[in-house]
C-alpha cells in the first residue's frame, strides 16, 4: 500500500460532476484515515460539497482566476507550496493538466487524452460498459484511485449533508405556504441545463397532468428566477386542475434551500441532471427523463425501481448503434420527439407503485 499522507483532487465545472467526484475524498479517507484530503472545485458548486466530513480543505477556483493568467499562476505556485504525495485530476482537461503538473507531486493520475497525458505519471481510458448499478461515471472515478492503491471498492454512492437547521427552514417554508403534509409532494426539474437537455414543456405538462390526476399530488418547480418565463409557460401548458396543485412561488432561492426543500419530498421528477444527482445524494426518489444525447449508462447512476430512468434507447435501441451521441445531439429537437407523453406516463405509472 503506498502511504497517502496529503491528496488532491480536482473537479471543476459542473454540479453534478463536483457531486459525483466528492466519493474519491470519501474513499481516500476510508482507505486512508489520517490523509489530509483537497478538493479543488469551481466556486459556483461550494454548496454540493457543504458539511462533507472527508475533505479537509477546498480549493476554489473563481472566475477571477479563469480571467487571470497571474492568477492562474499564483493558484499553481499554491498548490506546488502544499507538498502534495498524490493528485487525481477527474476533469482531465489542459488547465487542471497544468496546475495537476504543477505541484511536482509523485503521483499524478488523469485520463488518457492525447493532449493532457504528458501531465500525468498514471493515466486510464475510459470504460464504456458498466460493471455495477453505480453506473460508468461512478466506476470511472474509482479506477482512477487504482494509481495509488488497488485496496478501493468500485462504486461508492455521492453523498450530501444537510443540517437540522436547514431541514427545520424547509419544514417552515412548507407551512408557511400551506402545503398540505398529507398529500404527496413532489420537487420538478422542469429545465435541464441547456436546451438541448431540456424534455419538451407541452410534453412535460401532460405528463405533470398525470401525476396531479393520478396521486393529487402538490408540484414544487426547481428553477431560478431569470428562467421564470419558461415557468410560466410550462404551467399555462398544464390543466387547470394540475396548476391548483402546483406551488410556483416556492422555490429554492440558494441551492442548499433547494436541497432542503427536496428532502422534504416524496419524489423528485423531470429532467436528467444536477437536481436528479442531488435528489439521489440525499435517497430521495427520482423519475429522470433523459436527453436523447446523453449517455445512459454514464450517468443513470445507481438506476433501481426507486431511481427511474426514461431515456430514447428503450424505445429506439437501434439508433444508438447506427448513430454516435455526437450526432444525435445535432437533431437532439427531433429526437426528443420520440419520448412521447405517453411512453413517459407509463414509466411514470410504475414508478410511482414502487414510492
Known sequence: MTLINKILIIQQKMIGDVLTSSILCEAIKQRFPKA???????????????????IDKKIVYTAEIAKSRKAKKELRKELKSEGYNA???VYSKIGSARMAKSTKAPIIVGYKKWYTKSAYTDVYSYNTISETEAGIAIENRMMLLQAIDTGFSKALKPKLYVTDKEIAFAKEQLLNHQIDTSKPLYMIGILGSSDSKTYPLPYLAEVLDYLVEKTDGQLLFNYIPNQVNQVDTLYELCAKNTQLHIKKDLYGKSLREFIALTSQCDALIGNEGGAINMAKAINIPTFSIFSPWIMRAAWALYENKHNVVVHLEDINPELYKEMTLRQIQKKWSTYYKAITPDFAIQQLSVFLKSI
Open 87 to 89: 493528485v487525481v485530476d
Open 36 to 54: 489530509e484530503v483537497h478538493y479543488l472545485i469551481n466556486s459556483h458548486t461550494l454548496p454540493v460539497i457543504e458539511n462533507n466530513p472527508f
